[in-house]
């Protein structure tokens, strides 16, 4: 706290550094308020299943189907990706 009166007082970084005995950078990062970072929500990013997911929904409807069974009717159709994409989706459902 000492620091940033100083600091309000018109001392240099350089003054602080010698008076604290530490550098001036860190006498600078010291003085300066503490700042919360801000946060920022970004987009879903798109995933392999985005193209598939209405027939998942589909076939979820008709039967109670697992993850791995799905998995083969989705590879059927040339779906590429792997198990766990499916299973976290069908949770999710």
Same mark, same amino acid.
């Given at each position: &706290?000492? @620091? ?5 007082? *018109? &001392? #240099? $970084?350089?003054?602080? *550094? ?13 003085? =300066?308020?503490?700042? %919360?970072?801000?946060?920022?929500? /970004? =987009?879903?990013?798109? /995933? %392999?299943?985005?193209? $598939?997911?209405?027939?998942?929904? =589909? ?10 069974? @799905?998995?083969? %009717?989705?590879?059927? =159709? *040339?779906?590429? *990706?792997?198990? #766990? @994409?499916? %299973?976290?989706?069908? #949770?999710?459902?």
């Amino acid at each position: &706290m000492d @620091i940033r009166n100083d600091r309000q007082k *018109g &001392m #240099s $970084y350089v003054e602080l *550094g010698k008076k604290y005995h530490m550098d001036p950078r860190t006498a600078k990062r010291y003085a =300066q308020p503490p700042q %919360k970072p801000e946060y920022t929500l /970004t =987009q879903p990013k798109p /995933t %392999k299943l985005d193209a $598939y997911k209405q027939q998942v929904d =589909q076939w979820l409807e008709e039967a109670p189907y697992s993850a791995v069974r @799905i998995l083969e %009717k989705l590879q059927e =159709q *040339g779906f590429d *990706g792997k198990y #766990s @994409i499916v %299973k976290e989706y069908g #949770s999710v459902k």
